[in-house]
């Protein structure tokens, strides 16, 4: 069964940082980019981050530019989220996805179901 | 940065009947268009790609047309487990890959 599994998450304080893990499990996620998703309480979703299936691209959002780093294990089979700086704004349930697409990119064929970071004092 | 403008922000619809949404593109995306499905507390499920082509397992009631800047998703015969909310998403010029904003399809 082809399946994500986000973890990491939690409650952290403003300038603090949090790694947040996904595993797959039911294919190899070394055959595709894989991106990052946020969606902030109430809100719609944010495309947050991206990384190519060999891990030679990485593209971010403004919004977490230079704050926050994706990178992934293909040995392990998961794909890892940076956060470092936290702010407030950077609230929100954080899911991976899979990028179907395999020369170009394409549409999000498999989501996690999500890990919930919370940034207060 | 494509700006993706979905309407309406909710759609009343009785169930059996057929909903109409809107996605438009601040500039063409070509048919580089998906739709998505997300329920309360759930992930997104991929609905449509390439602007009409359903994924896997989606029922047949659920269709997408459309191409440059205008694009519209359409639920034959609403299901009780289709009131959620919809998502449009532009992959053709990245990054940022963007998302409108949602529309809601609540019970009439």
């Known amino acids: 069964q082809v399946q994500l599994v986000e973890s990491g998450g939690g409650v952290v304080q403003p300038g603090r940082s949090l790694r947040l893990s996904c595993a797959a499990s039911g294919f190899t996620i070394r055959s595709y980019a894989m991106h990052w998703v946020r969606q902030a309480p109430g809100k719609g979703l944010e495309w947050a981050a991206v990384i190519w299936d060999d891990g030679s691209n990485k593209y971010y959002a403004d919004s977490v530019k230079g704050r926050f780093t994706i990178s992934r294990d293909n040995s392990m089979n998961t794909l890892y989220l940076q956060m470092n700086s936290l702010r407030a704004e950077d609230t929100a349930v954080y899911y991976c996805?899979?990028?179907?697409?395999?020369?170009?990119?394409?549409?999000?064929?498999?989501w996690g179901h999500g890990t919930m970071v919370t940034v207060s004092s | 940065e494509i700006v993706m403008t979905q309407s309406p922000a909710t759609l009343s619809v009785s169930p059996g009947e057929r909903a109409t949404l809107s996605c438009r593109a601040s500039q063409s995306v070509s048919f580089n268009l998906a739709w998505y499905q997300q329920k309360p507390g759930q992930a997104p499920i991929l609905l449509i790609y390439g602007a009409s082509t359903r994924a896997t397992g989606i029922p047949a009631r659920f269709s997408g047309s459309g191409s440059g800047t205008e694009f519209t998703l359409f639920i034959n015969s609403l299901q009780s487990e289709d009131f959620a909310f919809y998502y449009c998403?532009?992959?053709?010029?990245?990054?940022?890959?963007?998302f409108g904003q949602g529309t809601k399809v609540e019970i009439k």
């Open positions: 996805a899979r990028d179907f697409g395999h020369e170009l990119p394409d549409a999000f064929d498999v």
């Open positions: 998403q532009q992959y053709n010029n990245w990054p940022p890959w963007t």
